[in-house]
T-cell receptor, first 109, second 112 residues
Framework: GQNIDQPTEMTATEGAIVQINCTYQ??????LFWYQQHAGEAPTFLSY????GLEEKGRFSSFLSRSKGYSYLLLKELQMKDSASYLC??????????FGTGTRLKVLA | SAVISQKPSRDICQRGTSLTIQCQVD?????MFWYRQQPGQSLTLIAT?????????ESGFVIDKFPISRPNLTFSTLTVSNMSPEDSSIYLC?????????FGSGTQLSVL
């Protein structure tokens, strides 16, 4: 199978920078996506990487290394509203997504 | 982006009954997907709903338990049949649009 692993929980302080890691088996994924999900709401798209390297989008950046089966989501200038779950997901060459276990981020004042 | 409307947003059901969840997309899409998210868990794909053919189910999910309809390119339904408390979960429809997956607002189902 294709497992995607993330830390279960993380805590950071308002204004800080936090990096959420995602590791996966190297075979078969054509892209790596990041979603944000607030409690009681549906996931919303944040960013995706198809090629190796860093994609920057405002306060959020995502990095991918396909050879290492590794991605991270970097959140800068943390705000209280960033408290949410962050899900990474891989696409195994079809239209299906396989989601990781999700990381619950708590931002403290 | 796309607008995906899902209803009901929540329901409380009795054991042994069935619930049909509706999903409407504001544009024509080839593929729609149904996910389940159990409390505190990530998303698990139930099935892929294609217009004009039977849904494709993932391992652990069967048509008798989760029948799906896809009558046209903007609409799909998922029925949770003969419910038990273990079916209590959030059910999400989604669609692949512009190389991204968009989600409906979800249906919070509680089975007593």
């Amino acid at each position: 199978g294709q497992n995607i692993d993330q830390p279960t929980e993380m805590t950071a302080t308002e204004g800080a920078i936090v990096q959420i890691n995602c590791t996966y088996q190297t075979s078969g994924f054509n892209g790596l996506f990041w979603y944000q999900q607030h409690a009681g709401e549906a996931p919303t798209f944040l960013s995706y990487n198809v090629l190796d390297g860093l994609e920057e989008k405002g306060r959020f950046s995502s990095f991918l290394s396909r050879s290492k089966g590794y991605s991270y989501l970097l959140l800068k200038e943390l705000q209280m509203k960033d408290s949410a779950s962050y899900l990474c997901a891989g696409t195994p060459g079809t239209y299906k997504y396989i989601f990781g276990t999700g990381t619950r981020l708590k931002v403290l004042a | 982006s796309a607008v995906i409307s899902q209803k009901p947003s929540r329901d409380i059901c009795q054991r042994g009954t069935s619930l049909t969840i509706q999903c409407q997309v504001d544009s024509q899409v080839t593929m729609m997907f149904w996910y389940r998210q159990q409390p505190g868990q990530s998303l698990t794909l139930i099935a892929t709903a294609n217009q004009g053919s039977e849904a494709t189910y993932e391992s652990g999910f069967v048509i008798d338990k989760f029948p799906i309809s896809r009558p046209n390119l903007t609409f799909s339904t998922l029925t949770v049949s003969n419910m038990s408390p273990e079916d209590s979960s959030i059910y999400l429809c989604s669609s692949w649009i512009n190389e991204k997956l968009f989600f409906g607002s979800g249906t919070q189902l509680s089975v007593l």
